[in-house]
Each structure stands twice: as C-alpha cells, then as structure tokens.
C-alpha cells in the first residue's frame, strides 16, 4: 500500500483528479483512498503532520513493505525552478538535522511559520512532523515541488494543485523503481 501525507487540500486534489480516490474520514481527517493508495489530508504544521501519519499507522498497520510518502509545495531560493520537483534527503528543525533518505542531496528546513525572505535553500512546514511519525518505517520518501521564492502570498489553490499534478508521474516513477 501507499500512503501519501499531504497538508492542504488542493494538493490532495492532484491525486483525487489523478487516481479517482474516493473521499472518507479518520476521526478529524479527510482520507482519499482506492484499493492501491491510501492519502490523508493532514493541514498545516508539524503536528498536525505528525498526528495524521501516527493516525494513519494506527489506523492501517502498514506492513515492511508499505511506502509512506510526504508529498507537497515548499518554497526555495532562486536556484531551484518553479515547477521542480525536490526529493528530500533530511530535515532541518530547530537546528537539528534528521536523514530520510541517504541517496539524495537535498535538505529541507522545517519551520511553524510561512517563510518571506530567503534564509533556506528549501523550506515548509510540516516535513519533521512525518519524519517523526515514520522514523521507525522502513520505506519512507519525502517530495516537495517548489511553489515560490519565498513568496507565499503568491501561491493560489490552482496553482498549488497544478504543480503537484505535473510532478505527479515522476514522483510515481521515483517511488517505483
């Protein structure tokens, strides 16, 4: 099974419209599900991340084999495109840094609040939460699709679902190979 942790709703959209899941509940949070996929919508922050991750491993008892997948916009400096599709290697919160994944480069900066001026290279905020929820997984991947330069104020909910759909065949291809 895959299980895709995702913040707001227009990202969910993507895969809804992609995969035809079909909408339900988990206690306070909205679930989109077919018999191969799982995702959970979690809201912003990290611990609502953590919450909905925990109440999905709760709730499933994901197997060795099951992936998890954290998937969402993140703002990031000028060197990376709008568009680009960002696999992360380990979070940064509060000064910390926590490996996800050893094969990839990036680094993500996890902060409780929306970013306006450059001081990461790549930012959101709800990237620790899943990692905390699912540091004891075995496959676990994080992927963020640049939405700003670190101008939040610019993101629309149709832009938002927009770039997730467009990365959507890769980040399925990266999952499955």
């Known amino acids: 099974m895959l299980y895709i942790i995702i913040a707001l709703k227009p990202e969910a959209q993507a895969f809804v419209d992609k995969y035809k899941l079909t909408k339900t509940k988990l206690e306070n949070f909205t679930l989109h599900v077919n018999e191969n996929m799982t995702l959970i919508v979690s809201g912003v922050g990290v611990l609502n991340a953590k919450i909905a991750t925990a109440k999905i491993i709760e709730k499933f008892k994901p197997n060795e084999d099951d992936i998890f997948l954290n998937i969402g916009i993140c703002g990031a400096n000028k060197k990376y495109k709008i568009g680009e599709l960002v696999e992360i290697a380990s979070v940064i919160y509060k000064n910390e840094n926590f490996v996800i994944n050893e094969n990839t480069l990036h680094v993500i900066n996890c902060e409780d609040s929306e970013v306006d001026r450059e001081n990461f290279a790549i930012v959101d905020m709800e990237s620790f939460g899943f990692y905390e929820a699912t540091k004891e997984m075995?496959?676990?991947?994080?992927?963020?699709?640049?939405?700003?330069?670190?101008?939040?104020?610019?993101?629309?909910?149709?832009?938002?679902?927009?770039?997730?759909?467009?990365?959507?065949?890769?980040?399925?291809?990266?999952?499955?190979?």
């Not at 993101?155 to 990365?167: M, S």
């Open 138 to 177: 075995k496959n676990i991947y994080m992927y963020k699709v640049v939405s700003d330069h670190f101008e939040p104020k610019q993101v629309t909910k149709e832009k938002t679902k927009l770039l997730i759909f467009n990365a959507i065949d890769e980040i399925m291809k990266k999952v499955q190979s």
